[in-house]
């Protein structure tokens, strides 16, 4: 349901393209890693996995299981909540992992936030957490690398800001872009399969922002 209320509402605040890599596969058991930029980008995301013919169960921070209707609809759907510096954290990968045995693809944010900067402009993900590696070790799950820029046009920085840019994007309509890679399998230790993950976002992400005519280096 998600995914199809992102394919309805995201055509609304911008113009979004979709590209892959020649030998993208969104098979069923995928764990697909996005970078995270804006509270607009996993709509975004979603709306373009939808494209592709895909619906993944999100992780997402719990705190939006408490927001009215959004709380039940990603409840009722199966979606993952995450409890960050929480003794339940465990059980956010316990969830994934038995998704991904149910042949369900799982959306995974590894930075594990937002940027705190005030600007709209593209910047190259952030550290990973190790989520991510943990649960691709776990479940042998192959990773699908999804680059998304132009989210921060939509809404970023302050309040006030995201505010008026939810307000002002439908008419602005800025141009969106989700750039999906290879997928590839996760190996070595901890520490080598987050870097080759993060590696493989920046790629996804740098072909999305160029497609956007975005500056390099970004910041």
Known sequence: MLSRIADILVPAVGRLSVTTDADTALTPGSIIAANHTSLADPAIVLAALRRLGAEPVIMAAAGLWRVPLLGRALAGRGHIPVFRGDRRAAASLD?????????????????????????????????????????????????????????????????????????????????????????????????????????????????????????????
């Not at 042949?103 to 937002?114: H, Q, S």
């Not at 309509?173 to 399969?193: F, I, M, S």
């Open 95 to 219: 969830a994934a992992a038995e998704a991904l045995g149910q042949g369900r693809m799982v959306l995974i944010y590894a930075e594990g936030g937002l940027p705190r900067r005030k600007d709209a402009a593209e910047a190259a993900p952030g550290i990973f957490r190790s989520g991510l590696a943990r649960l691709a070790e776990r479940t042998g799950a192959p990773v699908v690398p999804v680059g998304q820029a132009g989210a921060r046009r939509v809404t970023s920085g302050s309040v006030t800001k995201q505010l008026a840019g939810l307000t002002t994007a439908p008419v602005r309509r800025p141009d969106l872009h989700v750039h999906v890679g290879a997928p590839l399998l996760l190996t070595g230790g901890r520490e080598v399969r987050t870097a080759r993950a993060r590696a493989a976002v920046t790629i996804a992400w740098r072909t999305a922002a160029a497609h956007l005519g975005e500056p390099f280096p970004c910041r």
